[in-house]
């Protein structure tokens, strides 16, 4: 069974950066995906970045267009662990952070799209004040 654990979440003044960790479990990185998803209040749930990994082992990350050049997720398979590093923090960041993961590659406009993740955490807040 997979699991997924979110840590690091808080409350930071716009301009400043949070790290996100997500601690997998039961899980196999090859031919699969795992991403960061947000939620504000109201409003759907949105892909903001993650990592496709081929059945070869070949990784490509990706991002929505509202956190390029902000965001950086990275993984350490060896610690099973995926981040999140959120720099130059803006109010309309405000959310509830989400790891995800799903059994199978997901390519193209699929990958910002939580219905095709499998695995869920519980979530973790960030709260950015202007």
């Known amino acids: 069974q997979v699991q997924l654990v979110e840590s690091g979440g808080g409350s930071v003044q716009a301009g400043g950066s949070l790290r996100l960790s997500c601690a997998a479990s039961?899980?196999?990185?090859?031919?699969?995906?795992v991403a960061w998803f947000r939620q504000a209040p109201g409003k759907e749930r949105e892909g903001v970045a993650g990592i496709v990994t081929s059945i070869t082992g070949n990784e490509f990350t990706y991002y929505h267009d509202s956190v390029k050049g902000r965001f950086t997720v990275s993984r350490d398979n060896a610690k099973n662990m995926l981040y999140l590093q959120m720099n130059s923090l803006k109010p309309e960041d405000t959310a509830t952070y989400y790891c995800?993961?799903?059994?199978?590659?997901?390519?193209?406009?699929?990958?910002?799209?939580?219905?095709?993740?499998?695995?869920w955490g519980q979530g973790t807040q960030v709260t950015v004040s202007s």
């Open positions: 039961g899980y196999t990185p090859r031919g699969s995906s």
């Open positions: 995800a993961a799903a059994d199978s590659a997901v390519f193209g406009s699929a990958r910002l799209r939580p219905q095709y993740f499998n695995y």
